[in-house]
């Protein structure tokens, strides 16, 4: 049976990574797609219903707090005589992580805690008092992330000992708790029942949790101080920026190797962990607010840089990791199994972006003694752009997966259909994309930069290696259609301009790799409606073939993909363009509640009066909910903290 991944656009979540709970919007957790609550990749429950009195209460309203805690607001019918809601029951979700410890030390870390609780408040306002009887049913439940990624379900029954049990094996415990509740078990079922009696003007509160123990978790719940929102002078801005920063907050994340270190995980639910392109990303963006997360995500990346070469993991010397899992990923995607071991390497850009990181890290004001200790790793990375991410000697980046099981796409857009020529068709790999290009002749630069600022040597070998690429770049990837000149795509297997036009030439802005005739070329063809819809830039033009406004990186807007490029536009002086994508994208945010989505549909604003969801999309999103400080710099009026914005929010070599 081919998969089905369940779709998340209507359900409300509430989120302490590694912990997350999941809801239909009415707040019941059914046996149902991806709902249920999970400790890092395993959903542990997937059940949830609460009852007064045989009957489920109707629900009236859904209040967001903060990306940790959400209160339904139902009504409870108990007297058929009165039309006014008069008895209420407020329902607030709450999610929290914690660290395990080995001992009474405090450095010894083992894996990762934490703990989903409900309080039930019912309050009256009838003349009699009115005793009711409120059942919770749970499920238990064991059934991986990428089980449910697919659309199923885990087979083997959870063996119940309430209160605590495990969901598979002795590492992984689940503790439940109930307030005055009476807690029954029967196969995989659990219940609580409350008998409560509620006096007109006197409210009572009931209560229940999980605590959730994976003692053997490469992730570990973030440490230090939260990353606080900046305050502008627009409430539409300040809306957004508070929103984004509590997600990114329920986002933060440490691995065991480096305790200490927070970063950002790449989104929820499906990609709760460790992702080098996706953490780099969101870092980059968060440095005008934030430079702790980036110092954490380089570190913790460092911690992991590839020293050997091995084609089952794709890892190279100096190569920066793609994916950390707890186990053996296995998933279908486009007619292709794949199979990523739990440490993958397989992405060709997070390297030279883990280097451009490191230098506007510095440029924001992280300090010299801590860009100092990653000189090494930046030594391995350079290096690898010359000696390993070239594959043929061409001068190009390009990847090409050789273990036949990884991602046969190793760019941002890692689908399979990813990479189309102008009729639709799939290009043929090794694929060398523009924007890799783009990011490594950016990377050369600043590396340089950093050598030179620290009596390094090698500052002019970069600088050489920059200029060489700039030149291979402008001879061989340009192509011409009706509408003038643009970059390509990619080039294929055969050294071919791959002619689709799409959102990736948008990243070469701000990077220095084009000069300042094809800066407007690109921004006028980023502008052109065939691929700003008015919300965002489109990935692929709707000239395509294979062109489809909700087809993942072939016709959707990515939140982040259309912040890139406003960040690459304030970079290279176009502001007026910047602010009018960015005032799409706000839209966007004011449309789902102030929280951007991942990737929504590639429809026009001109036909869509407001942006149509991705269904299947995270949410929230780290490089999304990063967005929002691009956004803030691209409508913010210039002044000295803009200035500082537009320094720090994205790419710098071009300037």
Excluded at 44 to 55: E, N, S, W
Excluded at 310 to 323: F, R, Y
Excluded at 379 to 386: F, I, K, Q, S, T
Excluded at 424 to 436: C, D, H, Q, T
Aim: glycine share 10%; aromatic share 8%.
């Amino acid at each position: 049976m081919a998969s089905e991944q369940p779709y998340l656009h209507n359900l409300s979540g509430v989120f302490s990574a590694p912990i997350q709970a999941w809801s239909d919007a009415h707040g019941q957790i059914r046996h149902a797609g991806a709902q249920g609550i999970y400790c890092g990749d395993d959903r542990v429950i997937h059940t949830a219903v609460l009852t007064v009195d045989g009957r489920e209460p109707e629900w009236v309203s859904t209040q967001l707090r903060s990306s940790t805690e959400t209160d339904y607001i139902y009504f409870v019918r108990a007297d058929a005589e009165v039309a006014d809601p008069l008895l209420s029951l407020v329902r607030t979700r709450t999610a929290a992580s914690s660290r395990l410890r080995a001992g009474d030390t405090t450095e010894t870390l083992t894996g990762c805690s934490g703990t989903v609780a409900e309080t039930l408040r019912l309050e009256s306002a009838m003349l009699q008092p009115v005793t009711l009887n409120v059942r919770l049913t749970l499920g238990a439940d064991n059934t991986t992330m990428e089980q449910v990624k697919q659309g199923g379900r885990g087979h083997a029954p959870v063996e119940l000992q309430a209160p605590t049990w495990s969901w598979r094996d002795t590492d992984t415990t689940l503790t439940l708790t109930a307030d005055n509740g009476t807690v029954s078990t029967r196969a995989s079922k659990v219940t609580i029942d409350w008998a409560v009696e509620v006096k007109p003007g006197v409210p009572v509160q009931l209560g229940w949790a999980v605590d959730l123990t994976d003692a053997d978790s490469p992730m570990l719940a973030a440490d230090g101080g939260p990353i606080v929102a900046p305050a502008s002078d627009d409430p539409r801005l300040d809306r957004l920026l508070e929103r984004s920063v509590s997600d990114l907050n329920s986002l933060r994340l440490a691995h065991y190797s480096h305790p200490h270190d927070t970063f950002l995980a790449a989104g929820a639910p499906w990609f709760f962990t460790m992702f080098g392109r996706d953490s780099i990303i969101a870092a980059r963006m968060l440095l005008p607010i934030n430079t702790a997360i980036a110092g954490g995500t380089l570190r913790a990346l460092a911690g992991r840089q590839g020293t050997e070469t091995d084609h089952t993991t794709a890892v190279q010397p100096g190569k920066i990791l793609h994916e950390v899992r707890r186990t053996v990923l296995t998933m279908a995607e486009s007619g292709q199994a794949l199979r990523l071991p739990p440490v993958y390497y397989g992405t060709i850009d997070a390297t030279p972006l883990w280097i451009c990181l490191l230098h506007d890290a510095w440029k924001a004001g992280l300090p010299d003694a801590e860009v100092e200790e990653l000189l090494p790793n930046l030594l391995d990375a350079l290096e690898w752009l010359r000696d390993h991410g070239d594959l043929d000697g061409d001068g190009f980046l390009e990847y090409l997966d050789e273990s036949g099981t990884g991602l046969v796409n190793q760019g941002w857009k890692d689908s399979g259909d990813a990479i189309r020529w102008h009729d639709g068709s799939l290009a043929k790999g090794p694929i060398a994309l523009a924007e890799v290009q783009a990011y490594a002749y950016e990377a050369a630069m600043v590396g340089a930069e950093i050598l030179e600022a620290f009596a390094r040597p090698g500052a002019a070998e970069w600088r050489d290696y920059a200029a060489g690429m700039a030149e291979r770049f402008r001879a061989q990837f340009w192509c011409e259609d009706e509408l003038g000149a643009y970059p390509a795509l990619a080039l294929d297997a055969d050294k071919r301009p791959v002619d689709g036009v799409t959102s990736n030439m948008g990243h070469l802005l701000g990077t220095g790799i084009l000069n300042e005739e094809e800066q407007l070329t690109v921004v006028r063809r980023v502008m052109d409606p065939t691929l700003f819809s008015g919300y965002g830039v489109r990935t692929l033009s709707t000239t395509n073939g294979g062109y489809w406004p909700t087809r993942y990186h072939a016709g959707a807007v990515w939140s982040h993909d259309t912040a890139l490029i406003i960040s690459g536009m304030l970079a290279d002086g176009f502001a007026d363009e910047a602010a009018q994508l960015a005032a799409g994208l706000l839209q966007v945010a004011e449309a789902n509640d102030w929280r951007l989505p991942e990737l929504f549909g590639g429809h026009g604003s001109d036909t869509m009066r407001t942006p149509v969801p991705f269904p299947a999309s995270c949410r929230p999103q780290a490089w999304a909910s990063a967005s929002s400080v691009v956004i803030a710099a691209a409508l913010t009026p210039v002044g000295p903290e803009q200035e500082k914005l537009l320094q720090s929010s994205g790419t710098s070599a071009g300037r």
